[in-house]
């Protein structure tokens, strides 16, 4: 009935699996349990049994769960080559170890026959799973180093994986609370359409540290999936291939409190080197699980809780954190559905050519700890709409470059405070506020910005030193169409304390409802400026007194402080 040596619930108290006999392959059903590391030598087959009819005659009234290894400790299986793997697989899979169920008939293997196999290391042990095959089972491959819930989640293990192949499971396989050596399967993996997972399609790590030097990209575009935090540690350098999806699960973080809002969980926290230079064409992509238009539905098993949509959305998680001092590099990367897209709290580098949406701030930045430049060039951000969401949000003083962006459809553009920041030749569009600047310093510029169909307002710049020179404030080719009148506010000044000179100079402001507005008594400096074809009025001086006398209001110490303006064809 059985053509191999079948073992039902046992304990195995052995170290090593031969291959002694490769005709009778080692047939498990139920849980096989091995309190110890086990190793397994390269050529080796092992097959599992589905759960079986209690009347069977061949398990002598037994009915259990279908078959599992289950290690207590790490995992050695390492196949010799690609041509002498270790497999892993149904009992009803002819294909390797001959027909090992000639009672059973002509039964084809399935998805889900097996559970799995699974090992739980202590801390520093070391799973080595190199050119072995695991087909028909739930999960596959699980190595978790936090076997103990005492251990707060700081208990990792080591894991190398490679040259392996998973075709036909219920799920990738998932590294959980390991130290990762080396990720990603190679072109020796399976192809992606034997990836047939019930409720993950990918490779899922979870509360991993990367040590690795590289993030492979699977073959087909299989996707990387991430939960909880997964970390680069200081002095570990990261690069990641030009193609990888990576796919975060949408768990989240209960911070006890008694609101309803809880942060995502997941959350990619680099504090080494990190080099991710996409390709032109696809780029890397960092998105929420839910997100079906990257390599199509990597959580089929999915079920939304009552009120939660199945579709992605901002906050889905967390976002890619960048801290300490070591430089980052990314380029060419789609990054969707996030808390903030792009985090800086303590790091240089450099953000360029990313396509980053739908998250609640696309790139936020903290720079009170940061002693180098950040330079975020040539990206689009778009559609951060959410919980009055930024394309990019900068605090704190920094050595920061915004130049060549195009910003639109966000709840605020650009919004940046308490900083001396250079805002240059960026197209900021259609969101509810172009630019919010708040207590910029001594030395901060907004130069050759084109600023047009802001919903509210254009340039909303608040108790600052800046210059702001040569922008195009408002739909700069052609007027408006009737009834639409541009931004509410194309420029608006208003300082409520402190002893500010802004200083606003050769700027075109047209087609606005309100040209230019400036609601305080300072001493900004405004010359050279066209105001131009706005529809409700050119300039809008309302000081505390309500004294409208332009004469009166920029002259400062006997220095006229609002000349040479070309104020023309406005409706007042």
């Not at 047939?196 to 575009?221: A, D, M, W």
């Not at 430049?373 to 920061?400: H, L, S």
């Not at 405004?526 to 300039?539: E, F, H, L, P, Q």
Request: glycine share 12%; aromatic share 8%; with cysteine.
């Amino acid at each position: 009935y059985w053509n191999g040596r079948l073992l039902i619930d046992c304990t195995l108290l052995v170290q090593t699996i031969t291959n002694d006999n490769p005709e009778l392959p080692l047939l498990i059903y139920g849980t096989c349990h091995v309190p110890n590391p086990l190793a397994i030598e390269p050529g080796t087959t092992l097959k599992f049994l589905p759960t079986m009819e209690s009347s069977n005659p061949m398990l002598s009234g037994e009915s259990v769960e279908a078959g599992m290894l289950d290690i207590g400790g790490a995992i050695i299986a390492p196949g010799a080559s690609p041509e002498e793997r270790i497999t892993f697989t149904s009992v009803r899979d002819d294909s390797v170890g001959g027909d090992s169920n000639p009672g059973e008939g002509e039964v084809a293997p399935a998805i889900l026959d097996w559970r799995g196999v699974v090992a739980v290391e202590g801390n520093e042990a070391e799973s080595r799973v190199t050119y072995c095959d695991f087909r028909y089972a739930d999960m596959p491959l699980k190595i978790s180093g936090n076997p103990d819930p005492a251990s707060n989640g700081e208990l990792r293990a080591l894991a190398f994986v490679d040259g392996c192949r998973f075709e036909n499971n219920g799920n990738g396989p998932w590294l959980d609370y390991c130290y990762l050596d080396n990720i990603g399967m190679n072109e020796e993996t399976v192809a992606p359409e034997h990836m047939q997972g019930v409720k993950y399609r990918g490779t899922r790590f979870s509360n991993c540290h990367i040590r690795s030097e590289r993030l492979h990209t699977q073959p087909g575009g299989i996707p990387y999936i991430f939960a909880g935090l997964i970390m680069v540690p200081e002095g570990c350098s990261l690069t990641i291939d030009s193609d990888v999806i990576v796919k975060f699960d949408i768990d989240k973080v209960d911070d006890g409190d008694s609101n309803t809002y809880d942060l995502p969980a997941g959350k990619l926290k680099v504090d080494g080197y990190l080099l991710a230079p996409g390709n032109p064409e696809n780029g890397i992509v960092f998105t929420s699980l839910k997100d079906d238009s990257v390599w199509g539905d990597s959580n089929p098993g999915y079920v939304p809780a009552p009120g939660e949509s199945s579709e992605p959305a901002a906050d889905d998680w967390h976002g890619i954190e960048l801290d300490k001092t070591q430089e980052k590099i990314i380029s060419h990367c789609r990054i969707a559905y996030a808390h903030h897209g792009i985090e800086f709290l303590g790091s240089t580098g450099i953000v360029t050519t990313c396509e980053i949406r739908h998250c609640w701030n696309g790139i936020a930045i903290d720079a009170e700890n940061i002693t180098g430049c950040i330079e975020v060039i040539d990206n689009k951000v778009w559609g951060c709409r959410e919980g009055d969401g930024n394309g990019i949000w900068i605090r704190k003083n920094g050595n920061i470059v915004l130049a060549r962006n195009e910003c639109y459809d966000n709840g605020c553009g650009m919004r940046i405070s308490e900083g001396s920041y250079q805002i240059r030749n960026n197209d900021i569009h259609n969101n509810y506020t172009g630019i919010y600047a708040n207590k910029l310093g001594l030395g901060a510029s907004i130069i050759r910005n084109r600023v047009y169909s802001n919903e509210y307002v254009g340039i909303d710049l608040i108790n600052s030193d800046y210059i702001v020179s040569h922008n195009e404030i408002g739909l700069v080719d052609v007027a408006p169409p009737p009834g639409i009148g541009g931004e509410c506010y194309g420029l608006y000044i208003h300082q409520s304390e402190g002893n500010h000179v802004p200083i606003v100079t050769k700027n075109l402001i047209q087609y606005n409802r309100q040209g230019l507005y400036i609601g305080c008594d300072s001493q900004q400096v405004v010359y050279a400026n066209k105001i131009r074809n706005n529809t409700n009025a050119g300039v809008i001086a309302d000081n505390p007194t309500k004294a409208l006398d332009l004469c009166v209001m920029f002259l400062v110490n006997g220095e006229e402080k609002f000349r040479g303006n070309d104020i023309t064809d406005n409706d007042d």
